[in-house]
């Protein structure tokens, strides 16, 4: 599904009006003034701490292979010579797992 944001700005229009103002009042002006102090220089970003982190793990994530080759190699070849074989239970304790960790 596309979305369309050919148009759209962040600069609220002479016809916006916040949330926060009464009926017939603008944001323009002082009040636009006033909001772009309490936030500090435009075009300035501060991450958080944990915004920091999260960043540092998502390039490092990106730095590792896709698919792990070897394992993959070493399962095709036991599946073709005859030799995986898969524990049913194991593999239902694994689901059950899963699902308790993910759903609750």
């Known amino acids: ?24 009042q603008s ?16 075009g300035s970003v501060t991450l958080s701490t944990e915004a920091q982190s999260l960043q540092k793990l998502e390039e490092q994530v ?4 896709d698919v792990n080759s070897e ?11 005859g030799s995986y074989s898969v524990d049913a239970e194991k593999l239902a304790a694994s689901i059950i797992n899963f699902e308790d960790q993910t759903f609750g």
């Open 71 to 81: 394992r993959v190699a070493a399962i095709k070849a036991a599946i073709e010579d």
């Open 62 to 65: 990106g730095q590792l292979p």
């Open 27 to 42: 944001t323009t002006g002082k009040n636009q003034q006033d909001v772009a102090e309490r936030n500090g220089p435009a």
């Open 1 to 24: 599904m596309a979305i369309d944001l050919t148009g759209l700005s962040s600069t609220p229009s002479a016809n916006t009006r916040s949330k926060l103002d009464g009926p017939g």
